[in-house]
């Protein structure tokens, strides 16, 4: 092979100096012999694994996520670039885009990557220590790609977050709420009429969603800002949405699961969260409902069953301390908790 181990070895420990980000997917840390005790080396699991990591310094910077993740993972840099003919020519390196993008000479929008910095310059300063006529040896002994590489892999499951939409509908499902709890569409005339019926409910609502067009009908503004601090879109003012989840989404969530929880809580008739207990069972009064119920909404809200640990991890941290002041409390916390759960943020 043209890519000897210790060459690997070395471009993994310069790719973990500057991020240690690069040594991901499929590889694994070891620790590593070097002068710094702490760095570790990145194994590289075969030859593409190597040239992965030998470029990651150089691309993984904006190839991580969005539109061409080629170095989220090993199998996303195959399927998405070097088994791509449009990129790598298998033994043709003069013929491969990816050659000529490194020389800074592709044809196209695109004729340098990284984009405003020659590679051979980031090998000169030592960023990266593959050379191009290294990468070229690699595209000129490349093997066949694996057999399966069109059977999906569940082990490349990807998640994403739910959008702003998908929290707002999914949450009033699941909380057993409808517009009425925050509007007051009973109202002959509600649509006329500024919505301070049931203001102070922390009204979540995209502003260019019915109701909520006109002004009159979005009398509370706070209720599509709201919704924009939740990751957003909102066409009407060419606001895209927003696919991150940062603090102001975070904030939104926070205040959104507590006031929403506390709605579906205080609702007559409303099975959404208390399930099986009432506001006067207490866990000393009636342990088996008080779990019993934790486990349905835990179930409920995220979709899968807890296991034990999860569940008595809930009950003692979340569920217990609040207890002690309110039954109330208790269970708009731990609603409020499994709204902030990885599991249901992400999809
Ligand atoms: C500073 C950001 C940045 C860095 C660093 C970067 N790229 Fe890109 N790359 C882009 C952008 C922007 C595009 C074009 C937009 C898109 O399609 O996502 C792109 C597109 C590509 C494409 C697809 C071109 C096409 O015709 O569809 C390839 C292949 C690629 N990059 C490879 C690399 C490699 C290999 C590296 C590292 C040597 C690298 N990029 C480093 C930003 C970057």
Same mark, same amino acid.
């Given at each position: 092979?043209?890519?000897?181990?210790?060459?690997?070895?070395?471009?993994?420990?310069?790719?973990?100096?500057?991020?240690?980000?690069?040594?991901?997917?499929?590889?694994?840390?070891?620790?590593?012999?070097?002068?710094?005790?702490?760095?570790?080396?990145?194994?590289?699991?075969?030859?593409?694994?190597?040239?992965?990591?030998?470029?990651?310094?150089?691309?993984?910077?904006?190839?991580? &996520?969005?539109?061409?993740?080629?170095?989220?993972?090993?199998?996303?840099?195959?399927?998405?670039?070097?088994?791509?003919?449009?990129?790598?020519?298998?033994?043709?390196?003069?013929?491969?885009?990816?050659?000529?993008?490194?020389?800074?000479?592709?044809?196209?929008?695109?004729?340098?990557?990284?984009?405003?910095?020659?590679?051979?310059?980031?090998?000169?300063?030592?960023?990266?220590?593959?050379?191009?006529?290294?990468?070229?040896?690699?595209?000129?002994?490349?093997?066949?790609?694996?057999?399966?590489?069109?059977?999906?892999?569940?082990?490349?499951?990807?998640?994403?977050?739910?959008?702003?939409?998908?929290?707002?509908?999914?949450?009033?499902?699941?909380?057993?709420?409808?517009?009425?709890?925050?509007?007051?569409?009973? &109202?002959?005339?509600?649509?006329?009429?500024?919505?301070?019926?049931?203001?102070?409910?922390?009204?979540?609502?995209?502003g260019d969603w019915a109701p909520g067009i006109s002004g009159e009908y979005v009398s509370d503004s706070r209720a599509p800002e709201r919704y924009e601090a939740l990751g957003g879109g909102n066409s009407l003012e060419y606001r895209k949405k927003n696919p991150m989840f940062g603090p102001s989404s975070g904030q939104a969530l926070v205040q959104m699961s507590q006031a929403w929880c506390g709605r579906a809580v205080d609702k007559q008739n409303n099975k959404a969260v208390l399930r099986y207990v009432t506001l006067a069972d207490t866990s000393t009064k009636n342990?088996?409902?008080?779990?019993? &119920?934790?486990? &349905?909404?835990?179930?409920?809200?995220?979709?899968?069953?807890?296991?034990?640990?999860?569940?008595?991890?809930?009950?003692?941290?979340?569920?217990?301390?609040?207890?002690?002041?309110?039954?109330?409390?208790?269970?708009?916390?731990?609603?409020?908790?499994?709204?902030?759960?990885?599991?249901?943020?992400?999809?």
């Amino acid at each position: 092979m043209r890519t000897p181990t210790s060459f690997v070895c070395a471009a993994a420990l310069a790719v973990l100096a500057i991020n240690l980000g690069a040594c991901f997917g499929d590889s694994s840390y070891r620790q590593g012999s070097s002068d710094e005790p702490d760095s570790g080396t990145c194994a590289a699991s075969s030859d593409n694994d190597a040239v992965r990591l030998a470029l990651a310094p150089a691309c993984e910077g904006c190839h991580v &996520n969005g539109n061409k993740p080629f170095f989220a993972s090993l199998a996303a840099f195959e399927s998405g670039l070097v088994y791509d003919e449009r990129f790598v020519k298998r033994g043709d390196p003069e013929g491969s885009l990816l050659i000529k993008m490194l020389k800074g000479n592709a044809p196209g929008s695109y004729a340098q990557m990284p984009p405003g910095q020659p590679y051979e310059q980031l090998v000169a300063n030592g960023r990266v220590t593959m050379t191009i006529a290294q990468v070229e040896d690699w595209i000129r002994d490349l093997k066949a790609p694996p057999e399966p590489m069109d059977t999906p892999s569940p082990k490349e499951f990807q998640v994403r977050r739910l959008a702003a939409d998908e929290m707002v509908v999914s949450l009033m499902d699941q909380l057993g709420l409808t517009l009425e709890d925050f509007v007051s569409t009973s &109202n002959p005339d509600w649509r006329n009429r500024a919505y301070v019926v049931n203001w102070n409910k922390f009204f979540v609502w995209p502003g260019d969603w019915a109701p909520g067009i006109s002004g009159e009908y979005v009398s509370d503004s706070r209720a599509p800002e709201r919704y924009e601090a939740l990751g957003g879109g909102n066409s009407l003012e060419y606001r895209k949405k927003n696919p991150m989840f940062g603090p102001s989404s975070g904030q939104a969530l926070v205040q959104m699961s507590q006031a929403w929880c506390g709605r579906a809580v205080d609702k007559q008739n409303n099975k959404a969260v208390l399930r099986y207990v009432t506001l006067a069972d207490t866990s000393t009064k009636n342990p088996d409902a008080v779990q019993k &119920n934790l486990r &349905n909404l835990y179930l409920r809200m995220l979709g899968q069953p807890p296991t034990d640990a999860e569940l008595k991890e809930l009950y003692e941290q979340v569920y217990l301390p609040l207890e002690a002041q309110t039954t109330r409390l208790a269970w708009v916390g731990t609603c409020a908790a499994l709204i902030r759960h990885p599991l249901w943020i992400t999809y």
